[in-house]
């Protein structure tokens, strides 16, 4: 079955560390993007990207790093300069933005935990 | 800027009581689409509707029912008669479609227990 799968479902990181949680797609889709969720905030994006090779910040970039060179993956690193990393991250994807997207919407991971131990 | 505000944070109900969840979005656009999300305790985002805003008619998919009404730029969520296995938060989106560069804003979210 196709989804999306996220890595590792819980992480530990200490002080001062960069870690990197994976997202991995196999619906072929063109767009993927990291959310932060925070205990009474919702879901706040992180980056996006919409084709390989490219990708855009969202609303709270600052201490978070991308890459996409390849289509089915978008792994999301936390440095050391996010000064407050205990959160539940999310990844998503959806199709072309410029075509039927708004039929489906997004498809999310299962999410991973991340603490500053 | 678009927003999305879900003023009840939690909401507790015995099963088998109707229940109806708010949704109050703010959008400059006249393309935009609406939708619904439910978080499990697993953590996954389960999509539910998306809603566009030509589209005014209401939906009914079994016990879930959504309003909407741009009159009040309202998009509320019904589920009656529920159950136990609705607990969840609920998260409500907004996103304008401005082509590549679309994203969703969400909600802050609705903690709904409903109890045996």
């Known amino acids: 079955d196709g989804g999306i799968t996220q890595s590792p479902k819980y992480l530990f990181r200490k002080e001062g560390q960069n870690v990197t949680l994976s997202c991995e797609q196999n619906?072929?889709?063109?767009?993927m993007y990291w959310y932060r969720q925070d205990p009474g905030q919702g879901l706040r994006l992180i980056y996006y990207s919409q084709i390989v090779n490219d990708f855009q910040k969202g609303d709270i970039a600052e201490g978070y790093s991308v890459s996409r060179e390849k289509k089915e993956s978008f792994p999301l690193t936390v440095t050391s300069a996010q000064k407050n990393p205990t959160a539940f991250y999310l990844c998503a994807s959806s199709i072309d933005l410029s075509r039927e997207w708004a039929n489906y919407g997004y498809t999310f991971g299962s999410g991973t935990r991340l603490t500053v131990v | 800027a678009q927003k999305v505000t879900q003023a009840q944070t939690e909401i507790s109900v015995v099963e088998k009581e109707d229940v109806t969840l708010d949704c109050v979005y703010e959008?400059?656009?006249?393309?935009?689409?609406l939708f619904w999300y439910k978080q499990p305790p697993s953590g996954e985002l389960v999509f539910l509707i998306r809603r566009n805003s030509f589209d005014e008619q209401n939906e009914i998919s079994g016990r879930y029912s959504w309003n909407f009404q741009k009159s009040t730029s309202s998009f509320n969520f019904t589920i009656t008669a529920s159950q136990v296995v609705d607990s969840a938060v609920y998260f409500c989106a907004l996103s304008e479609f401005t082509g590549a560069n679309s994203k969703l804003t969400f909600g802050k979210g609705i903690t709904l227990s409903v109890r045996p």
């Open positions: 959008t400059r656009d006249t393309t935009y689409y």
């Open positions: 619906l072929n889709h063109d767009a």
